[in-house]
């Protein structure tokens, strides 16, 4: 990774889980209509797992 693309990362904006499960989703139906199953099977366990580690952060 080149320093540009780490910049370029840290300048991103924080997501919520929810929102990022919800693009993890959203991939997924669009994986699912391009005819990869198992893709978007991968990308909604992705989006479910996005909860667990949730959960595991200490509040």
């Not at 990362?9 to 959203?26: F, G, N």
């Not at 991939?27 to 199953?37: F, H, M, N, Q, S």
Request: proline share 8%; hydrophobic share 40%; glycine share 4%.
């Amino acid at each position: 990774m080149t320093p540009q693309q780490i910049v370029s990362i840290a300048r991103w904006p924080k997501s919520s889980p929810l929102m990022l499960s919800d693009h993890l989703i959203t991939l997924a139906k669009e994986a699912d209509r391009a005819g990869y199953p198992n893709t978007a099977s991968r990308l909604v366990g992705l989006a479910c797992t996005v909860f667990d580690e949730v959960a595991k952060l200490p509040h």
